[in-house]
């Protein structure tokens, strides 16, 4: 069954320092997303991406996140300058086109900041 | 008031029971609604996926939405050690774009 894919499964990094998450979503799906889940909390939306543009965002992904879609195949997501509460576990997800799909997750990438 | 709401648990059942989890949420809007699976440090994975309200069933497992009420259920029937996850309901207005996660249910089923 075809899956979506997270690289690396655990990254840690310094305060301030950027970091690119990546992601290859599932491959004839058109709508990608990013999740955040902080230890002990629960899943939170940060961004949808469809026809190479953010369609939709929510408070948490501000100014010091981006995304992009380099290539046919991967969606990354960028903190540029990386706090202490960004240490999270982040999720990438992918639906396929047309209405009524389900969203599909990768098994994330865990953020520890030093 | 919370846009989705459930409760954490931890709920524990012995092998073989039927299992009841719920969610209620507040926005009208939800039209779709999904139960997912997770296992420690995995992603979800997704259960059950319906529109609007009604039952779904597959398998050991049956999903209702009651969209007068704002409820939903996830029911699990003869329910297995490999059941135990944390389950975590969701929902989103036009099913392409922000969806909605409950905090998640953490399910022991003890052998």
């Known amino acids: 069954e075809p899956e979506v894919t997270q690289t690396p499964s655990h990254q840690v990094t310094q305060m301030g320092q950027e970091v690119i998450l990546r992601c290859v979503p599932i491959?004839?799906?058109?709508?990608f997303y990013w999740y955040r889940q902080i230890l002990g909390q629960k899943v939170e939306f940060l961004v949808s991406?469809?026809?190479?543009?953010?369609?939709?965002k929510s408070e948490i992904f501000d100014d010091q996140f981006s995304v992009e879609r380099p290539d046919g195949s991967n969606f990354t997501l960028k903190i540029r300058s990386t706090k202490l509460e960004d240490s999270a576990m982040y999720f990438c997800?992918?639906?396929?086109?047309?209405?009524?799909?389900?969203?599909?997750f990768g098994d994330g990438t865990r953020l520890s900041i030093l | 008031q919370k846009e989705v709401e459930q409760d954490p648990g931890p709920l524990s059942v012995p092998e073989g029971a039927i299992v009841s989890l719920n969610c209620t949420y507040s926005?009208?809007?939800?039209?779709?609604f999904m139960w997912y699976r997770q296992y420690s440090r995995k992603g979800p994975e997704l259960l059950m996926y319906t529109y609007s309200s009604g039952n779904k069933e597959d398998g050991r497992f049956t999903a209702q939405v009651d969209k007068s009420s704002k409820y939903i259920s996830l029911f699990i029937r003869d329910s297995q050690p490999s059941d135990s996850a944390t389950y975590l309901c969701?929902?989103?207005?036009?099913?392409?774009?922000?969806?909605?996660f409950g905090a998640g249910t953490r399910l022991f089923v003890k052998a």
């Open positions: 969701a929902m989103s207005v036009d099913g392409g774009f922000k969806t909605i």
């Open positions: 991406f469809y026809n190479n543009e953010i369609s939709e």
């Open positions: 491959s004839n799906h058109l709508y």
């Open positions: 926005n009208s809007a939800f039209q779709y």
């Open positions: 997800a992918s639906r396929a086109g047309g209405g009524n799909q389900p969203q599909h």
